[in-house]
């Protein structure tokens, strides 16, 4: 069954580095999106991102986050300096068809530490 | 600004006796609602959904029945199983733009126990 895959599973970082996390969407899907949930909260929306362009981002999606889908497989989600409070689980998920019946596909979640 | 509120953090039933776990929402121009079952370091995973223009989606052991005067929704587990056991979170999807790239708005999610 086709799945959504995330690297990495887990990322330790200092407080002011750039980290990027990758994620491969299923793949003839057209709609991607970033998730994050930070612990013991509920899954907060940062952006989605259809036809190379980002179509919605949250307050959280601040200047310091960034999506690119470099090629034709991957959508990564920058984080260029990273804050304390940017430690979280980072879901991508991604859909496919336009309206349908609004299920995404979210992949297993790469977990950020930020000390 | 809680759009999809979860107001039971958890929720705790014997195996085989019927669950429910329930959500409320205040936007009424959500069009689909989902349920999403996540289990500790994974992703969540997609169980049902229900369009705003029906009021009941059953599928094999889940049912998803939705009010909209009452801008609530709940989901239904008959029987309720062990595996069950997780997190269970309402979302509502909004769409955005031309694009139809509808984002997701989840609640703050059930913890259900199925005891054996």
């Known amino acids: 069954e086709p799945e959504v895959t995330q690297t990495p599973s887990h990322q330790v970082t200092q407080m002011g580095q750039e980290v990027i996390l990758r994620c491969v969407p299923i793949s003839n899907h057209l709609y991607f999106y970033w998730y994050r949930q930070i612990l013991g909260q509920k899954v907060e929306f940062l952006v989605s991102f259809y036809n190379n362009e980002i179509s919605e981002k949250s307050e959280i999606f601040d200047d310091q986050f960034s999506v690119e889908r470099p090629d034709g497989s991957n959508f990564t989600l920058k984080i260029r300096s990273t804050k304390l409070e940017d430690s979280a689980m980072y879901f991508c998920?991604?859909?496919?068809?336009?309206?349908?019946?609004?299920?995404?596909?979210f992949g297993e979640g790469s977990r950020l530490t930020v000390l | 600004d809680q759009q999809v509120k979860q107001n039971s953090p958890s929720l705790s039933v014997q195996e085989g006796r019927i669950s429910i776990l329930n959500c409320d929402y205040t936007?009424?121009?959500?069009?689909?609602f989902l349920w999403y079952k996540k289990y500790p370091a994974e992703g969540p995973t997609f169980l049902i959904s229900i369009s705003s223009i029906k009021d009941k989606n059953e599928d094999g052991r889940f049912t998803v029945f939705l009010n909209k005067s009452a801008k609530h929704l709940s989901l239904h587990i008959v029987p309720s199983q062990p595996g069950d056991s997780a997190v269970y979170f309402c979302?509502?999807?909004?769409?955005?733009?031309?694009?139809?790239?509808?984002?997701?708005?989840f609640g703050q999610g059930t913890t259900l126990q199925v005891k054996p």
């Open positions: 979302a509502a999807r909004d769409l955005h733009g031309s694009s139809n790239t509808g984002k997701l708005i």
């Open positions: 998920a991604s859909s496919g068809v336009s309206g349908g019946a609004g299920e995404l596909f």
């Open positions: 936007n009424s121009m959500f069009d689909y």
